[in-house]
């Protein structure tokens, strides 16, 4: 029997390498499974309601940057959030039963207010995140999300939600089960997390030319001022990359590094080749799919009537149980 599996990105920019390792690589091993993958756009808009002009395009680019990662929409279910109404229904249905406390301990919220500064998130839709989250999940009553870490706390809520449910309403939604990525962490070309608000990404989008220049023009050991100092590669954002996208060379780097024998530029010479080796299947899709947009436009509608088709179910039987029409 196949796994029903739900997860979803937010539309909010380019992908970068980091998404790629962190959820979409993730997505592309588990398509063979009953899985479902959603575009959450109304999740942007959370953050990004003043990017009313740029929300439709980011989406738009969102959908490039996914299929050009290897998924494929003849394996799963790929869909805009938004084209599919139930999420934004049921999404109100469960705010009725989610005690307010259960949002505001949220540790993401507290987080996330703290780390967009420019922004006012004192929002009703920012603090109800967590709750349309778990409309996304219960409505196709899903039994992994594969996410990262920082989605821990949002995925017990949806759990928390849904024995809530069962409990005033009589048994509906399974409780779903996170599918932990194995991938670590990629820090961003400065050593820092990877983030657009840093520009220190690698965009899945940026060319072959545009990557070189990035990794040349990366931090190494700080105080490796000259060829012949020795470094410490522990602290090398290069090297962390060597240890992701060229695992052969590791030993060679490591002992190299420290012994001065190998100098930084060398090595990120090295990186540049195998990191364009790791990106061609997704520059290679890339270049087919920018000419392609009228096809893009067709798998994403399909999507949405597949999603749909179960949402529509799912959302009779809940309202039922809650006693609505
Ligand atoms: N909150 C998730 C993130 O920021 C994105 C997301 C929206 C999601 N809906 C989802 C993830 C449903 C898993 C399942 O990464």
Request: hydrophobic share 40%; net charge neutral; charged share 30%.
């Amino acid at each position: 029997m196949k796994k029903r599996i739900v997860s979803g990105i937010r539309p909010t920019g380019k992908l970068h390498l980091g998404n790629f390792l962190g959820a979409l690589e993730n997505w592309k091993k588990l398509q063979d499974e009953d899985a479902f993958f959603m575009i959450a756009d109304w999740h942007a808009l959370t953050t990004e309601y003043e990017s009313h002009a740029q929300i439709r395009n980011y989406v738009f680019e969102a959908a490039i940057d996914i299929l050009a990662s290897g998924v494929s929409p003849e394996e799963c279910t790929l869909f805009i959030q938004s084209d599919v109404k139930e999420h934004a229904e049921l999404g109100l249905m469960l705010s009725m039963i989610t005690p307010l406390a259960w949002l505001e301990r949220n540790p993401t919220y507290k987080d996330q207010i703290e780390e967009l500064k420019g922004k006012d998130l004192h929002t009703h839709g920012f603090l109800g995140y967590p709750v349309l989250q778990a409309a996304d999940i219960l409505l196709y009553k899903a039994e992994g999300v594969p996410v990262g870490e920082d989605q821990l706390a949002h995925l017990e809520l949806t759990r928390e939600i849904a024995r809530r449910f069962n409990f005033l309403y009589g048994k509906l939604f399974p409780e779903p089960e996170a599918l932990l990525t194995p991938v670590k962490k990629l820090p961003g070309l400065d050593g820092r997390k990877m983030s657009k608000s840093y520009d220190n990404c690698i965009y899945l989008s940026d060319s072959p030319e545009e990557v070189r220049k990035k990794i040349m023009g990366m931090m190494t050991d700080p105080a490796r001022k000259r060829r012949y100092d020795k470094g410490n590669p522990d602290v090398c954002p290069v090297f962390y990359y060597d240890k992701i996208f060229n695992p052969a060379v590791v030993r060679q780097v490591d002992a190299g590094c420290r012994s001065a024998e190998l100098g930084c530029v060398e090595d990120k010479q090295m990186l540049v080749e195998a990191l364009l080796n790791f990106m061609k299947p997704i520059h290679d899709r890339r270049k087919q799919l920018e000419n392609e947009r009228a096809k893009i436009t067709e798998i994403l509608r399909e999507g949405a009537r597949r999603a749909g088709a179960v949402a529509q179910k799912t959302l009779a039987e809940a309202k039922e149980k809650v006693g609505l029409a």
